[in-house]
């Protein structure tokens, strides 16, 4: 049986540090936007994480806006309201990774069913993956926006394999974060990992991916092989 791959967005389809160019424009180098674009990714997580905990949900822009201000604050930017602005719309059209389109693809051609599961909502989302001209490629969109819990609480993912009327075993979760894939994991999930950076290592938990991947053009290879 073909599995039902629940594909990752932000970090594992689209680059979230696709941002750094426009932070380039107002800060006064390529090192200082870089580290903004990370900090203030974590940052988006960690929000979101806590947000879970306490039962206050929110739309992840709502994350994504407090988390700019945040980092704004943090590294003493001084950006304007207007650069603010300027940023969140170029977080709603970030690029999809080399590697995305052609595997999609592939993956389509093979017959495999590819759905995007997102702690984005539905319409942001929409708007990433047509930007990205990744939105062909997807069957639906999955958000957790339909029970207002972020990942990695396992409501999500029980959520998933209803919304998806499969079994869980069906159903590989990829991403390239791993608090999603051992959230996945530890409800029955299948797991793939994409490591995009081989200095970051996984979490030493007692739960492992079944699978590692480089890119989703291994993961390509992997299945259609």
């Known amino acids: 049986m073909l599995p039902i791959l629940a594909l990752d967005v932000y970090g594992t389809l689209i680059d979230t540090q696709g941002v750094t160019v426009a932070l380039e424009q107002h800060l006064p ?15 988006q997580l960690e929000y979101s994480f ?7 949900y929110v739309p992840f822009k709502d994350c994504i806006y407090q988390a700019l201000q945040f980092t704004d604050q943090a590294l003493q930017t001084s950006l304007s309201v207007h650069d603010h602005a300027q940023l969140m719309a170029v977080y709603a059209q970030l690029p999809a990774f080399p590697d995305v389109p052609s595997a999609l693809n592939q993956l389509q051609a093979a017959g495999i069913r590819c759905v995007a599961f997102s702690n984005g909502t539905l319409e942001a ?6 930007h990205a001209g990744l939105d062909a490629y997807m069957q639906d969109i999955i958000s957790v926006d339909e029970i207002k819990r972020f990942k990695p609480d396992p409501a999500v993912y029980i959520h998933l394999s209803r919304r998806l009327n499969a079994r869980a075993e069906q159903i590989w979760l ?44 291994a993961l390509a290879a992997h299945i259609v092989s």
């Open 174 to 217: 990829v991403s390239s974060n791993p608090f999603d894939v051992i959230g996945a994991a530890q409800t029955g999930l299948r797991s793939v990992w994409v490591r995009r950076d081989a200095e970051v290592p996984f979490d030493p938990w007692d739960i492992a991916p079944d699978t590692c991947v480089t890119d989703l053009q």
């Open 50 to 56: 806590r947000r879970s905990l306490m039962g206050a």
């Open 29 to 43: 180098s390529s090192e200082r936007a870089a580290e903004f674009a990370r900090r203030w990714r974590d940052k």
């Open 125 to 130: 989302v929409t708007g990433l993956l047509y």
